[in-house]
């Protein structure tokens, strides 16, 4: 989808365990997206990315880290991981100029 | 109120008829507007994008947006069971802040 690759696509672990997501695009795209999904709720933004080393959070950010050492890859860490963030997330790039974004497949993380 | 409102459905259509998805905002200053399709188990797929007012055609598919009243729509001509899916309104709110209803469920029934 978009040149845009998400991994693992399904994960299970323990609370409290550390977890990270990796988004990896060729498309070249200065912003990067991370969003969860869950019912009832529809997506929300996570936190974005302007550039490398340059990051912003979105509304449901606490609990979360990013980090873009690369135009290519973007980063979602979950330090401490709670079953609260059990849940879907998504990738997605582009969105410069009004333009729309492009998701990623998804990874489908359980926290037990 | 939400700043994103579509009715959760299920929207029921017969094969052939046509769709009418519907979505309100409350921010006046949204700027752009977006129709996503996802279908269970996968990712959000752009569907159409509408900036204007008015109508904009894409195939079978118009969207339709009336900034004064503060909505916009999605038509679905001579539906298919493939249209079958979840489709998301979403809207560009601010700098780079795009805000996604919760999405409407289409069952198109053979």
């Known amino acids: 989808d978009a040149g845009i690759t998400q991994s693992p696509r399904h994960k299970v672990t323990e609370t409290g365990t550390p977890v990270t997501l990796r988004c990896h695009q060729t498309e070249n795209h200065r912003y990067m997206y991370w969003y969860r999904q869950d019912p009832g709720h529809g997506l929300r933004l996570i936190h974005y990315s302007y550039g490398v080393k340059d990051t912003d959070k979105g509304e449901v950010s606490d609990g979360y880290s990013v980090s873009r050492s690369k135009t290519e890859d973007f980063l979602l860490t979950l330090e401490s991981a709670t079953s609260s963030q059990t849940s879907v997330y998504f990738c997605?790039?582009?969105?410069?100029?009004?333009?729309?974004?492009?998701f990623g497949d998804g990874t489908r993380l359980s926290i037990l | 109120q939400k700043e994103v409102e579509q009715n959760s459905g299920p929207l029921s259509v017969p094969e052939g008829a046509i769709a009418s998805l519907n979505c309100t905002y409350s921010d006046r200053g949204s700027q752009s507007f977006f129709w996503y399709r996802q279908y269970s188990g996968k990712s959000p797929e752009l569907i159409m994008f509408i900036y204007s007012n008015g109508d904009k055609e894409d195939g079978r598919f118009t969207a339709q947006l009336n900034k004064a009243s503060q909505y916009v729509s999605l038509l679905i001509r001579d539906s298919q069971p493939s249209d079958s899916a979840t489709y998301l309104c979403?809207?560009?709110?601010?700098?780079?802040?795009?805000?996604f209803g919760t999405g409407t469920k289409l069952q198109v029934i053979p």
């Open positions: 979403a809207l560009l709110r601010g700098y780079q802040k795009v805000t």
């Open positions: 997605a790039i582009g969105g410069e100029g009004n333009q729309p974004q492009h």
